[in-house]
C-alpha cells in the first residue's frame, strides 16, 4: 500500500484520494457533478460534467499525465 502520491497514476485514483481527502477534512463537495452552461441568458444543451464541486464554489478538474514526459 502506497502511502505517498508520486506521478503517474490514473486521473480516477487521484479523484478517489482527492475526494477521501476532502472527507478527512469535513468538506463539503460534489463528485462528477453536472452542470449547465449558461451563455447571455441562455442555456446550451450540451450540460458538462466537472470532476468535483467544492463547497459550491471552487470547480476542479483532474488532469493526469505520464510522468516520463519531459516538457
Same mark, same amino acid.
Given at each position: 500500500? +502506497? +502511502?505517498?502520491?508520486?506521478?503517474?497514476? &490514473?486521473?480516477?485514483?487521484?479523484?478517489? !484520494?482527492? *475526494?477521501?481527502? &476532502?472527507?478527512?477534512?469535513? #468538506?463539503? !463537495? @460534489?463528485?462528477?457533478?453536472?452542470? =449547465?452552461? *449558461? !451563455?447571455?441568458? #441562455?442555456?446550451? /444543451? +450540451?450540460?458538462?460534467? #466537472? =470532476? @468535483?464541486?467544492?463547497?459550491?464554489?471552487?470547480? #476542479?478538474? &483532474?488532469?493526469?499525465? =505520464?510522468?516520463?514526459? /519531459?516538457?
Amino acid at each position: 500500500m +502506497t +502511502t505517498n502520491l508520486g506521478p503517474g497514476l &490514473l486521473e480516477s485514483v487521484y479523484h478517489q !484520494y482527492l *475526494e477521501r481527502e &476532502l472527507q478527512l477534512k469535513n #468538506i463539503s !463537495y @460534489l463528485s462528477e457533478h453536472v452542470i =449547465d452552461v *449558461e !451563455y447571455k441568458d #441562455i442555456v446550451v /444543451n +450540451t450540460a458538462r460534467r #466537472i =470532476d @468535483l464541486l467544492v463547497e459550491n464554489c471552487l470547480i #476542479i478538474e &483532474l488532469k493526469s499525465v =505520464d510522468s516520463s514526459s /519531459n516538457s
